[in-house]
C-alpha cells in the first residue's frame, strides 16, 4: 500500500492522529501500553514490534498495528526507520480529555 492510500484508510477508520517518524536505530522500550490504537505503514528501514509472544519484524511497505492498552515492546534495527503512523483514542478516553 502507498503512503497517500495508506493515510487515506487511516482517517477513514478513525486515527485522527497521524504523523511521520524518522528513528534512530535503538533497543526495546520495555513492554508498555498506550492509551490509543496504533497502525503504522513502514516506508523504510526495520522496526520490530513483540505483542504476546515472538518478535514481528516489519519492514518497507508492511503494516504493524498494536490494539489499545495491549502490553508490547518495540525497537528500531540498526537501519533505522521511517514509518506513517495513525493513533485513535478510545471514546472513553476523547471524553475524559475533552
Known amino acids: 500500500m502507498n503512503e497517500q492510500?495508506?493515510?487515506?484508510?487511516?482517517?477513514?477508520?478513525?486515527f485522527d492522529e497521524?504523523?511521520?517518524q524518522n528513528l534512530d536505530p535503538r533497543?526495546?522500550?520495555?513492554?508498555?501500553?498506550?492509551?490509543?490504537e496504533?497502525?503504522?505503514?513502514?516506508?523504510?528501514g526495520t522496526f520490530v514490534v513483540r505483542q504476546a509472544g515472538e518478535p514481528v519484524?516489519?519492514?518497507s511497505g508492511e503494516i504493524f498495528s498494536v490494539?489499545?492498552?495491549?502490553?508490547?515492546?518495540?525497537?528500531?534495527?540498526?537501519?533505522?526507520?521511517?514509518?506513517l503512523v495513525g493513533r485513535k483514542f478510545s471514546k472513553a478516553e476523547a471524553s475524559r480529555s475533552g
Open 38 to 44: 496504533i497502525r503504522g505503514l513502514v516506508l523504510s
Open 57 to 59: 519484524t516489519y519492514r
Open 18 to 20: 497521524i504523523e511521520r
Open 67 to 83: 490494539a489499545e492498552g495491549e502490553l508490547h515492546d518495540e525497537w528500531i534495527e540498526a537501519d533505522g526507520a521511517r514509518l
Open 5 to 14: 492510500d495508506f493515510e487515506k484508510q487511516l482517517r477513514a477508520d478513525g
Open 27 to 36: 533497543p526495546g522500550k520495555g513492554r508498555h501500553r498506550h492509551l490509543f
